[in-house]
C-alpha cells in the first residue's frame, strides 16, 4: 500500500487503527474505541464500566480502488448508577452510525453520488420533456421565446440553487439564502424571493433555443456522467449497488444520444428489476409520457437550425 495507515485512516478518528492488513482484493483494518466514559442511555450517567466487547464490521470508502473492511471493537459498558444498571453499547458518532453497515464518510459519499445521480436524471427529464415539446410543434423556431431577463445577481447561484430545491424541495428561502451568501453572493433575500417567483429557477418553464437543446440532448447527459465515473468507479468497489446504478444511468445516457427510443421499455424494466428506488422518480416521470418520450426519442429533426446534428441516424 502506497499510503501511509495514519494518513488513509485519519478519517476513522477518533477510532485507534490497530493494524492495517493488505489482503489483496480487498484491505482489512483492525480498531477500536478510543476508551473514556460515555453516556448511559438509561439514566444519562456516564460511565467508563467495561461490561465486554463486541466487533461491529463496517465498510469503509476504498483505498486503491479497493474495498476497505473495517472490524471494530466497541465496549459494552454498565451504568454505575445504583438504580440503572444498565448496559449499553457504547456510540462513535461521526465514524458509525447506528445499524449502518457503512462507516458515516461512506454513507456520506454514497449519499452524495445519489443526489448528484438524481440532479442528472432529472436534467435528462428536463431534456426529455423539451423534446416532447419540439415534437408537437411542427417549426422548432416557432417556439414562443422565453421571457428576457436582465443579468442579475442570482445567476452566478442559479446551478446551486436548483441543485438543492431540487434535492430537497421543501427547503426554505430563508435557508438558501444563507448558503449563497456564503457563497458569496452580495444580493439581498427579496432579489432572491423576487428571482424564485418569476420561475428563474425552474427551467424547464423557459424555452431554450432549439441549439440548446440539441446541445443538452448530445452532450449534456454524457458530460454529466464522466463527471460522476471517477467517483462512481471509486464507490462501486465498495458499494455493489452503485455498479447498478452507474450502469443504468450510463446506458440511458446512450439511449438518449444514440436515439434509441425503443429501447426505453427494456431499460425501464431493468432499472425495476434490479431495484433502484433512487431512480423511481424518474420512471414514473417516463411512464406517465411514455408515448411522447418515445415519439421524442426516435424522431429525427427535419428543419432549422438543428439539422444534421444527429449525426447518421441508427436503426431501430
Ligand atoms: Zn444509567
Known amino acids: 500500500m502506497n499510503v501511509p495507515a495514519t494518513v488513509a485512516f485519519s478519517g476513522l ?107 442528472c436524471s432529472r436534467r435528462l427529464g428536463l431534456s426529455l420533456n423539451t423534446v416532447k415539446r419540439y415534437a408537437r410543434v411542427p417549426e422548432p423556431n ?22 438543492r430545491r431540487a434535492a430537497e424541495p421543501g427547503v426554505p428561502v430563508l435557508r438558501l439564502f444563507a448558503e449563497i451568501t456564503e457563497l458569496g453572493y452580495t444580493g439581498g433575500l427579496n432579489l432572491l424571493y423576487k428571482y424564485i417567483n418569476q420561475g428563474r429557477l425552474d427551467g424547464d418553464r423557459i424555452t431554450p433555443s432549439p441549439r440548446r437543446v440539441t446541445r443538452w440532448l448530445l452532450t449534456r447527459p454524457a458530460n454529466l456522467l464522466d463527471g460522476l465515473r471517477a467517483h462512481l468507479d471509486e464507490l462501486s468497489a465498495a458499494c455493489p449497488e452503485m455498479t447498478a446504478l452507474a450502469e443504468r444511468v450510463r446506458e440511458f445516457a446512450q439511449l438518449m444520444t444514440e436515439r434509441r427510443g425503443s429501447d426505453i421499455d427494456r431499460w425501464i424494466k431493468q432499472v425495476r428489476e434490479a431495484g433502484l428506488v433512487e431512480l423511481e422518480p424518474f420512471l414514473t416521470g417516463l411512464d406517465q409520457d411514455h408515448d411522447a418520450v418515445i415519439a421524442g426519442l426516435t424522431l429525427p429533426y427535419s428543419s432549422g437550425p438543428t439539422e444534421g446534428v444527429w449525426g447518421s441516424p441508427k436503426a431501430g
Open 13 to 119: 478518528l477518533p477510532l485507534v487503527v490497530e493494524e492495517v492488513v493488505d489482503e489483496g482484493e480487498w484491505v482489512s483494518v483492525q480498531a477500536r474505541s478510543p476508551g473514556g466514559p460515555a453516556e448511559c442511555p438509561g439514566c444519562g450517567a456516564e460511565s467508563a464500566r467495561v461490561h465486554g466487547y463486541h466487533q461491529r464490521t463496517v465498510t469503509d470508502v476504498p483505498l486503491d480502488g479497493r474495498p476497505v473492511v473495517v472490524r471494530v471493537r466497541v465496549r459494552r459498558l454498565v451504568c454505575a448508577t445504583v438504580n440503572c444498571r444498565s448496559t449499553f453499547r457504547e456510540q462513535v458518532p461521526g465514524v458509525l452510525e447506528r445499524y449502518q453497515r457503512r462507516t458515516a464518510r461512506l454513507t456520506g459519499q454514497v449519499r452524495s453520488v445519489v443526489r448528484e445521480l438524481l440532479d
Open 142 to 163: 416557432r417556439l414562443r421565446r422565453p421571457p428576457q431577463y436582465r443579468a442579475c445577481l442570482v445567476d452566478a447561484y442559479r446551478d446551486h440553487l436548483r441543485a
